[in-house]
């Protein structure tokens, strides 16, 4: 189901479950003598409330949290009076206390769920590795870029790092002391920083501190996002993960990656379980080390929402991947 989700969301598609549910079929005219089928039929398929047992209400309850959580719909079967499907909703005994019956209405009462979440808007820039790239191995623990183009308005700066050994310690942007939003440790180092900054000069100049960094090989890429939503939001990778990291996206937002001896990142990459048939994301600028294999750099922009969305780096050993909306 995940996979068709993410194909209906970005075509603005409904996705709907033909048939779910459950019942019971009784072949014998002697029913009044089995205890367990009236037991399953009325405290348990019909739960009317009065024997005080959970009921087949609760495996719907937890059908529909997983349809959401692959931001699918609700199945047609499960709508009253036949609309808009073909299949009419369980109405029995007792529906003002019927447990199943009061599952499906709240369920109903929430609409079908087309992401209608408004696609995120943002401009982001990655001017190049000529003035916004800086490689390093000697023996101090801070580099400095002065002439990183960052341009004369104000913009929200995201700087990406990796390192071969040590600890990358705080990133500092135009004066303005950047913010941690994800990173990963595995022998070497990642992290991806952010920082606000108002306007002023087209250049600026980043300052990346380290510790332990002596004649390690470290390299960090400075770009710009701008004409983001007031209420930015950022959702990132957790834990040290290596080779492939997964992040909730929304569609339009900004998904970044740096892997360290990464090489390469494809535009569909971001897709948990890639074919043909999945909507793939855009690449909006790329970046690969220039010296000793330290770092890969992706900047990705997704058409479609998900909970299940994965970033993939070729070769690599630690990943980290942020998005911003």
Do not use: C
């Not at 005219?29 to 398929?45: E, K, R, S």
């Not at 009317?48 to 719907?60: D, E, N």
């Not at 990642?190 to 087209?202: D, E, H």
Request: aromatic residues 8%; charged residues 10%.
């Amino acid at each position: 189901m995940a996979s068709q989700a993410l194909l209906t969301n970005s075509n603005s598609l409904k996705l709907e479950d033909y048939e779910a549910g459950a019942n019971l079929v009784l072949n014998s005219t002697n029913i009044g003598n089995n205890a367990q089928a009236l037991d399953y039929a009325f405290n348990y398929l019909y739960e009317p409330g009065t024997a005080g047992k959970p009921g087949i209400s609760q495996g719907y309850a937890a059908y529909f949290a997983a349809s959401r959580a692959v931001l699918s719909t609700m199945p047609v079967q499960f709508n009253l009076d036949g609309s808009p499907g073909p299949w009419t909703a369980l109405r029995s005994f007792a529906d003002t206390g019927n447990k199943v019956y009061q599952t499906l209405a709240a369920q109903n009462a929430l609409g079908p769920f087309v992401d209608p979440t408004a696609a995120a808007t943002g401009t982001y820039t990655y001017p190049g590795n000529a003035t916004n790239k800086s490689f390093a191995n000697n023996s101090g623990n801070t580099d400095t870029l002065s002439g990183a183009i960052i341009g004369t308005t104000a913009a929200l700066v995201i700087v990406v790092v990796a390192i071969t050994g040590g600890s990358i310690t705080s990133v500092v942007v135009d004066g303005v002391t950047a913010t941690l939003d994800a990173s990963g440790v595995n022998g070497d180092a990642v992290a991806i920083y952010s920082a606000l900054v108002g306007a002023g000069a087209n250049t600026r100049t980043v300052t990346v501190n380290y510790s332990g960094a002596g004649f390690q090989n470290r390299e960090f890429y400075v770009l710009t996002v701008r004409n983001l939503a007031s209420n930015l939001v950022r959702t990132h990778s957790a834990g040290n993960q290596q080779n492939t990291a997964a992040v909730d996206v929304t569609k339009g937002a900004l998904v970044l990656a740096i892997s360290s001896r990464g090489t390469n990142f494809g535009p569909t990459s971001g897709v948990l379980t890639p074919s043909v048939s999945l909507p793939a994301t855009a690449t909006v600028a790329s970046d690969i080390a220039s010296g000793g294999g330290t770092a890969a750099m992706g900047m990705f922009n997704s058409s479609f929402s998900s909970k299940i969305f994965s970033v993939s780096a070729t070769a690599g050993n630690i990943i980290a991947v942020a998005t911003y909306r």
